[in-house]
């Protein structure tokens, strides 16, 4: 049985830095793309950063230069570190891995599991 579970989220000033993660249980963590998602209220889930075996990591534009993906395979856990925080960053954070095969890594719906989310709330 797969499961995910994040941690780390919270409530942050604006410019601050909170680091999420998400230990992963019950898959061959070296077969999976592990990726990281957000939904704020009232809109759809986007991607954020992805990272796989080789040291290969993908971000959406918001967040480049300032968002940190990483793994640790001996912990079988995914980070995500994220700086210079701005409110619009305020939303859920899911992570999700998708076994590795050809797919595209930053479409949410080719993900197999998901975590049940973390709150990052950033205020002003």
């Known amino acids: 049985q797969v499961q995910l579970v994040e941690s780390g989220g919270g409530l942050v000033q604006a410019g601050g830095s909170l680091r999420l993660s998400c230990a992963a249980s019950?898959?061959?963590?070296?077969?999976?793309?592990m990726g990281w998602f957000r939904q704020a209220p009232g809109k759809e889930r986007e991607f954020v950063a992805t990272?796989?075996?080789?040291?290969?990591?993908y971000y959406a534009d918001s967040v480049k230069d300032r968002f940190t993906i990483s793994r640790d395979s001996a912990k079988n856990t995914v980070y995500l570190q994220m700086n210079n925080l701005k409110p619009e960053d305020t939303a859920v954070y899911y992570c999700?891995?998708?076994?590795?095969?050809?797919?595209?890594?930053?479409?949410?719906?080719?993900?197999?599991?998901w975590g049940q989310g973390t709150q990052v709330t950033v205020s002003s």
């Open positions: 999700a891995a998708l076994r590795l095969g050809g797919r595209v890594l930053i479409n949410s719906r080719n993900y197999d599991y």
């Open positions: 019950g898959l061959t963590f070296s077969s999976y793309a």
């Open positions: 990272s796989r075996n080789g040291g290969i990591t």
